[in-house]
């Protein structure tokens, strides 16, 4: 049984279905409605559409339960509709977890959880980052480069906590991006890795490319091998010293992915609770199988903002990090 019925009119000939879906709909994020097609949901001409489906005048979409009915569309159905919202998406325990340290005209600075996707990637996942922005601030759904990417400018890895910014115009966008090419923002890691660090302070600056090994992940070369391969440049400072232990902090001066952990483990300092990159036949005595996560914790974020004005921002890192330290403080 179909809720609802809208015939394309001439003027959206040629559209996208999920791009005309969100049109109609803009209170739902592009991934909502990318699910509910994948969900079969969603039927063009009777038959179960795909995601980029062209359309073409006259063609008939059915939605059908339990999804919202769709809007009316000027020129095509002239049933009235009603226009309930997707249930919310922000109601998921993870997002609870999402802590806004500053919000103004220009930008958005969020603490991000542990565990939180910051955008779908080819497995068109639910419950991301970019689902709760667009929820909160539909404002931001045309901002960016990517419509599978609104506002955002940077990212960090799912597994990875800490600040991130959003820019929450076109043009802050732009300014942002730009700043980040020019290496002008400060971002700055705290982290615990196994063994004792020798050096205070060093420098890595290793070329990252695809793993030859593991499909996936990445690796860094003694040097540059394959055209892929990236230049990477990653500093850091001891903070304190524990037995089999090292808490750092570290400065990312290229923006590589997994850049930290890649550099860390080549340098022989994997970090605690990596689930990708620790390997399996270490020589440390550590509590790994008590770290419930990776140690990594986007601490730092600095940069001078459209306005001029120096803005920088602090994280402390998660409770569980901190009891894992404490536990540390205990045996050494």
């Known amino acids: 049984m179909t809720l609802n019925t809208t015939i394309i009119p001439q003027e959206s000939q ?26 079969g949901l969603i039927l063009v001409n009777n038959k179960k559409a795909s995601v980029h489906q062209f359309l073409k005048t006259d063609d008939v979409i059915k939605m059908i339960k339990p999804s919202p009915t769709l809007p009316f569309v000027k020129g095509g159905s002239k049933t ?35 565990g939180l996707l910051v955008h779908p990637t080819t497995k068109n996942e639910t419950n991301t980052l970019v689902d709760w922005l667009l929820e909160k601030y ?38 942002f991006k730009q700043l980040f090419k020019l290496r002008n923002i400060t971002k700055k890691y705290t982290t615990l890795v196994y063994g004792e660090v020798r050096r205070d302070e060093d420098e890595i600056t290793f070329p990252i490319g695809r793993s030859i090994n593991k499909k996936g992940l990445f690796a860094a070369k003694s040097k540059t091998v394959s055209s892929e391969d990236k230049h990477a440049h990653t500093a850091f400072n001891v903070i304190q010293k524990f037995k089999n232990y090292t808490l750092l902090e570290v400065q990312i001066l290229t923006g590589r992915t997994h850049q930290i ?12 609770g ?11 005595k550590t509590l790994s199988d008590k770290a419930d996560r990776i140690f990594l914790h986007a601490s730092n974020l600095s940069f001078i903002g459209e306005d001029g004005k120096k803005w920088e921002f602090e994280s402390k890192i998660p409770k569980s990090m901190a009891d894992f330290l404490k536990k540390l403080e205990v045996k050494k």
């Open 14 to 39: 040629g559209q996208r279905l999920d791009k005309f879906l969100t049109d109609q709909m803009p209170e739902t994020s592009r991934n909502q409605i990318k699910k509910i097609i994948l969900d």
């Open 80 to 114: 009235p509709t009603t226009n309930p919202k997707l249930p919310s998406t922000t109601d998921t325990k993870i997002f609870k977890k999402i802590k806004i340290i500053e919000d103004n005209d220009d930008f958005l600075i969020i603490e991000k959880p542990s």
């Open 138 to 175: 539909p404002e931001l759904r045309n901002i960016g480069e990517d419509p599978q990417r609104p506002a955002i400018v940077h990212r960090l890895d799912k597994d990875v906590s800490g600040l991130m910014l959003i820019p929450k115009t076109q043009k802050s966008f732009d300014y």
């Open 261 to 272: 952990r890649v550099h860390l483990l080549a340098y022989g300092n994997p970090i605690v």
């Open 274 to 284: 990596d689930p990708l990159y620790l390997a399996k036949n270490r020589n440390f």
